[in-house]
């Protein structure tokens, strides 16, 4: 795995608000990493530290390998919060404009990114006429003129409806999976994290709690049953040889995590019990995403 | 450089300030024809071309070019922040210095065709109001003058510029600009005058209608407003914070 966006204890502070503390990222190429946050907990911040738009406070960002550069932006596309455009010009006019400042010297790349997000019909729409929708579409089809490696989003599918947002996730897939683009996109909407990414780094008020990949995690939110008993190495024999079970993990403290068979707890219990181990207690495990992350950050809120 | 320099020509397409600045600054040689249109009815004299041009760039210099031009520098500058577009401006393979310069240049080349529009628009007024004595050293000179009030109102846009991205917003640039024209006019008729970078350009028109010429030390403190300006605004591009 090679790291393409490293930040080493990045921090940004605002007079005595310190919106990013001793940030660690680790943005791997391939990825299409979720940046989960609620509002206010410095994902925009942390972007715009990573895209050199703010100065650091402390620490430092490295962007394939080096310190971030003018030249890095030839291959990095980005889109920060509320797209602009110049009023003045229509939705192609404003693409040629960023390719003239990209120094692309072919004309077809705007035709070609103009289709890629579906604009081609209103290229010749004035921007000052333009739904908040169809502005995040050309501040897309602006982050992908050059074909950037790394395409950095924050909040990507803000002011889109249902079918845009579906739209955006389908394209943002298609350029992970076709052209191997790194996504980085910051989102407070869980289920838009949940269906794209494939690691994850959770931030609350400016700290990241917890950066893993979506496999990972959902395997350590999968739906289970927690079993505490009094010998674990004769339960998990138990397990196999009479019940036929597999799929389970053991724990520390006596515990047994089952993962199948989920509706048959209490024929578990019986016959554990029946072979003579003590369970001392049973808990169905039902976290997802959105429960995983809820606890990360309440139990930051508690020990706050 | 040069591709941030035609991406600012062309971000100027259709735009309605180019129309605003043409207009307002067409404002001035109109007034000036008819008020000496007025005054020939009143006293019969005739008018001389050298006194109508001059006073045609005059009314420019004293009291619309500074807000004018301002009002263009703000635009320019401005128009990231309100347009949103600083983001994606600040995040190409281009640095932000350049693009700074890129803007200064571009409103260099406004001021100085804003100036010769003035004195294109003049020219037919004078014939309208059959002014006297036109000679082609005349025009000639006339030009030059027009060029140099151009360039000492654009001498003072570095300082418009760099209060519109400290403040993200036209209004308290155009604030000063509105402020710094007062003063430049209550200073007009003091020692003063020549020294204070808003009233040097007034300053500058109403001297030659009395064939004097301005001290060097009033060139040098323009373009020393210009540079020390310029250089500020670099400056704060290369540290600010794009945190808007």
Redesign the interface.
């Known amino acids: 795995m090679e790291p393409i966006i490293r930040t080493y204890n990045l921090s940004k502070q605002?007079g005595t608000h310190l919106a990013v503390k001793n940030l660690n990222l680790n943005v791997n190429r391939g990825d299409i990493y979720g940046f989960l946050g609620r509002n206010g907990a410095g994902k925009s911040?942390t972007i715009?530290l990573i895209?050199?738009?703010?100065?650091p406070t402390s620490g430092y960002v490295e962007l394939f390998n080096e310190k971030p550069g003018?030249?890095?932006?030839?291959r990095?596309g980005?889109l920060?919060?509320?797209?602009?455009?110049?009023?003045?010009?229509s939705i192609k006019?404003n693409l040629?404009?960023?390719r003239?400042?990209?120094?692309i010297n072919s004309p077809i790349a705007v035709t070609e990114t103009l289709d890629l997000v579906n604009l081609t019909k209103d290229e010749d729409k004035k921007a000052s006429t333009l739904s908040t929708g169809t502005l995040q579409r050309l501040?897309l089809a602006?982050a992908l003129l050059h074909k950037p490696e790394i395409l950095i989003l924050d909040e990507p599918t803000n002011g889109l409806d249902p079918a845009g947002i579906k739209e955006i996730r389908l394209l943002l897939k298609r350029l992970s999976e076709d052209r191997k683009i790194t996504i980085f996109m910051s989102s407070h909407i869980l289920a838009e994290i949940q269906q794209l990414a494939t690691r994850i780094g959770i931030i609350h008020r400016g700290e990241l709690l917890e950066e893993i990949d979506y496999e990972e995690l959902k395997r350590k939110n999968r739906t289970y049953l927690e079993f505490k008993v009094s010998n674990p190495v004769r339960t998990t024999w138990i397990l196999e040889e009479k019940l036929q079970i597999k799929d389970y993990s053991v724990h520390e403290e006596n515990t047994i995590r089952i993962y199948s068979h989920l509706e048959n707890s209490s024929t578990i219990n019986r016959i554990l019990v029946t072979e003579n181990i003590d369970v001392s207690s049973i808990f169905l495990n039902e976290d997802n995403l959105e429960d995983h992350f809820l606890k990360l950050t309440s139990e930051v809120k508690n020990h706050a | 450089m040069l591709?941030?320099i035609?991406?600012e020509l062309?971000?100027l397409?259709?735009?309605?300030m180019i129309w605003i600045s043409f207009l307002g600054v067409s404002i001035s040689p109109i007034l000036n024809a008819l008020i000496f249109y007025y005054l020939k009815q009143l006293f019969k004299d005739s008018i001389t071309w050298e006194a109508f041009l001059i006073q045609s760039i005059s009314f420019i210099a004293v009291f619309i070019g500074i807000l004018l031009f301002s009002l263009t520098a703000t635009y320019v500058f401005g128009?990231e922040y309100t347009?949103?577009?600083?983001?994606?401006?600040?995040?190409?393979?281009?640095?932000r210095e350049s693009i700074i310069i890129a803007k200064l240049v571009i409103l260099l080349l406004w001021s100085l065709t804003l100036v010769l529009f003035a004195f294109l628009i003049t020219i037919p007024m004078g014939f309208i109001i059959r002014a006297s004595d036109l000679s082609l050293t005349l025009m000639i000179n006339s030009l030059i003058q027009y060029l140099i009030v151009g360039l000492m109102l654009y001498a003072l846009l570095p300082i418009v510029s760099l209060v519109t991205m400290l403040t993200r917003g036209y209004i308290p640039a155009m604030a000063l600009a509105g402020i710094m024209t007062m003063i430049g006019l209550i200073l007009l008729n003091s020692d003063f005058s020549i020294y204070f970078p808003w009233s040097i350009p007034g300053i500058y028109t109403i001297q030659l209608t009395q064939g004097e010429y301005l001290p060097s030390s009033s060139y040098m403190i323009m373009a020393g407003t210009f540079l020390i300006s310029s250089i500020a605004n670099l400056t704060y591009v290369r540290?600010a914070?794009?945190?808007k």
Do not use: C, H, M, W
């Not at chain 1, 920060?80 to 010009?89: F, K, Q």
């Not at chain 2, 347009?83 to 640095?95: D, G, R, Y």
């Open positions: 605002y911040t715009r895209l050199s738009l703010i100065k003018i030249q890095s932006f030839a990095i980005s920060v919060e509320t797209p602009g455009a110049y009023p003045n010009l006019e040629e404009i960023q003239q400042l990209l120094g501040g602006r | 591709r941030a035609q991406v062309k971000k397409k259709k735009a309605p128009r347009e949103n577009t600083i983001k994606t401006l600040f995040t190409i393979p281009l640095s540290l914070d794009i945190d």
